[in-house]
Nanobody, 116 residues
Framework: QVQLVESGGGLVQAGGSLRLSCVASGSISRINAMGWYRQAPGKQRELVAQITSGGTTNYADSVKGRFTISRDNAKTTVYLQMNSLKPEDTAVYYC??????????WGKGTLVTVSS
């Protein structure tokens, strides 16, 4: 089993920064990639950024140049540094782990609110 716990959400003014953290525990050797998704009210959940076990990163076009995904050397914690935040970045941000054999795990989410 893999468990994911997010932290770091909150309220920030437009133009500000936040850093989200996601700590993975359990069978972390089964993790293929980790990422961040977000879901705004009335919208579908969407991929924000992802980092593979090999270190390859992938970003949604809407956050390129503003957000950076990274992880610690032990590969147990993934971070999302969010700069130049916009009101449209307001959403619940979910940590995701893509596991070997195709299953996925989700954290419970952390709310990010960007005021204009």
């Amino acid at each position: 089993q893999v468990q994911l716990v997010e932290s770091g959400g909150g309220l920030v003014q437009a133009g500000g920064s936040l850093r989200l953290s996601c700590v993975a525990s359990g069978s972390i050797s089964r993790i293929n990639a980790m990422g961040w998704y977000r879901q705004a009210p009335g919208k579908q959940r969407e991929l924000v950024a992802q980092i593979t076990s090999g270190g390859t990163t992938n970003y949604a076009d809407s956050v390129k140049g503003r957000f950076t995904i990274s992880r610690d050397n032990a590969k147990t914690t993934v971070y999302l540094q969010m700069n130049s935040l916009k009101p449209e970045d307001t959403a619940v941000y979910y940590c995701n782990a893509a596991l070997i054999l195709g299953s996925t795990k989700w954290g419970k989410g952390t709310l990010v609110t960007v005021s204009s």
